[in-house]
């Protein structure tokens, strides 16, 4: 990962697992449904694990809780993928910055 794709806010690691919804648009028809593992959470975007790469630069949508000691929020928006990298075969850690973003208290 170079200059370019360095954070520009720091994330915090998530301690338990969750999921996050994505949204991945298609030309074909409705839009695939992805469900990803939240790493790491910041003020300006999020890391998150999947079994398919995500293509840098593309505009996704994302929904989900993230649940933190500090913080309980259902969050909803849009975002753009910094970076996708192969981890281990089959698994991608990615970076999505927020393009646009909406939170609310979740239940």
Do not use: C, H, W
């Amino acid at each position: 990962m170079g200059v370019a794709n360095r954070r520009l806010n720091n994330r915090r690691q998530v301690a338990e697992p969750q999921g996050l919804q994505i949204r991945v648009p298609s030309s074909s028809g409705p839009a695939r449904l992805l469900v990803a593992k939240l790493v790491d959470v910041g003020e300006g975007g999020v890391g998150v694990e999947t079994f398919v790469p995500l293509t840098e630069g593309a505009v996704l949508g994302v929904s989900g809780d993230l649940i933190r000691e500090e913080f309980n929020l259902r969050v909803s928006g849009r975002v753009r993928v910094t970076y996708s990298t192969e981890i281990f075969p089959g698994l991608y850690r990615n970076g999505l910055q927020f393009v646009e973003v909406a939170y609310a208290r979740a239940s």
